[in-house]
């Protein structure tokens, strides 16, 4: 993991290089760490809940697993014919370099027809999922350190220092990259069909070669979930069950939970992730009319409910629904 901080030795070696006078560099700084100083002031982080970072993590972690999971159950049949395919693709291969022309013939043949039973089943169908990674990118920030970090990368910019503002920019990432391979439909069925071709034309290294081709260009999406939308989202359940409970202390913990969430999604905001969506305000106001239901002692649950399902939808809109 990486930490973003407000590196004074990055704006002097700026400012060194600069041809400005030195007052003016210097009344730059000032302004900088003034800016920094009111974001800070406005945006303070609250006090740390008793949810660990490590427990944060396997919540976060359970909840992209269960989302998997779902997925690749309704999609179970399809998966299951799309990795056979596959294989028996790749098996295809093996039989041509071993000069067992007819068997890699039926085989291509036979995936040729199964191609066309998927796509019998749903003529809409164009990407199937065959396999799913995930690749996590986390820092440990503060608000304030990311617009500090942004505005350093403003000046490098502004001064033709294109590539200390890349790798500034660069670190400011807090996301999980889920990398899912699919199957596409719209052009793997006539790689094979070409490749029967070439094969009944006798031209066995092209036909292999198709299918090598066809291997290598699976489509790989990324999609990037930021972390602190889903951390939000865990402090907003954690905070609904606490109210649930009969722990004598519920409201402050719920309360606390609920400014940590406010905090994340506010953070998620600042590293640009949906920057300016509508959301992130609605959001928002949601916590703060729960945080109010809670200190007067309100009925809560309708109101959580509401909250859970607002961020849901924001999260699926916004960063699942990107293909």
């Known amino acids: 993991m990486k930490k973003i901080v407000l590196l004074v030795l990055t704006l002097a070696f700026m400012a060194s290089c600069s041809d400005g006078t030195n007052n003016q560099t210097q009344n730059n700084q000032n302004a900088n760490l003034m800016k920094a100083e009111k974001i800070h002031q406005d945006l303070k982080q609250p006090e740390k809940s008793n949810i660990s970072d490590k427990q944060m993590q396997e919540k976060v972690a359970e909840n992209l697993r269960d989302r998997t999971a779902a997925q690749q159950k309704a999609d179970s049949a399809n998966i299951k014919a ?3 395919i ?3 693709t790749q098996k295809a291969i093996d039989l041509i370099a071993k000069d067992k022309d007819k068997e890699a013939e039926d085989l291509l043949a036979k995936i040729v027809g199964q191609l066309e039973v998927l796509m019998a089943k749903d003529p809409n169908l164009a990407l199937i999922p065959v396999d799913v990674q995930y690749e996590t990118r986390d820092l440990i920030a503060d608000i304030p350190s990311v617009y500090a970090a942004v505005e350093s990368a403003q000046k490098a910019m502004d001064e033709g220092y294109y590539q200390l503002a890349r790798r500034i920019l660069s670190d ?5 990259v889920v990398k899912t391979t699919y199957l596409p439909l719209a052009t793997y069925p006539d790689a094979i069909k070409l490749s029967v ?3 009944n034309q006798g031209k066995k290294k092209e036909a292999a070669a198709i299918l090598v081709q066809a291997l290598n260009t699976l489509l790989v999406v990324d999609q990037n979930i930021p972390l602190p939308v889903l951390r939000a989202e865990e402090y907003i359940k954690a905070a609904a069950l606490i109210m649930e409970s009969k722990d004598e202390n519920k409201d402050q913990i719920a309360l606390n939970y609920l400014a ?3 905090y994340q999604l506010k953070l998620a905001e600042a590293l640009g992730y949906g920057k300016r969506d509508k959301e992130y305000k609605e959001l928002a106001d949601a916590i703060e009319v729960l945080q109010k239901a809670i200190k007067d002692k ?6 959580f409910d509401n909250l859970k399902q607002k961020i849901e939808k924001f999260k699926i809109r916004l960063f699942y629904n990107k293909k």
């Open 82 to 84: 799309a990795l056979e």
């Open 86 to 88: 596959l294989a028996e």
């Open 172 to 176: 400011l990432a807090s996301e999980i």
């Open 197 to 199: 071709a070439l094969m």
């Open 260 to 262: 940590n969430a406010d």
């Open 298 to 303: 309100k009925e809560t649950k309708s109101l």
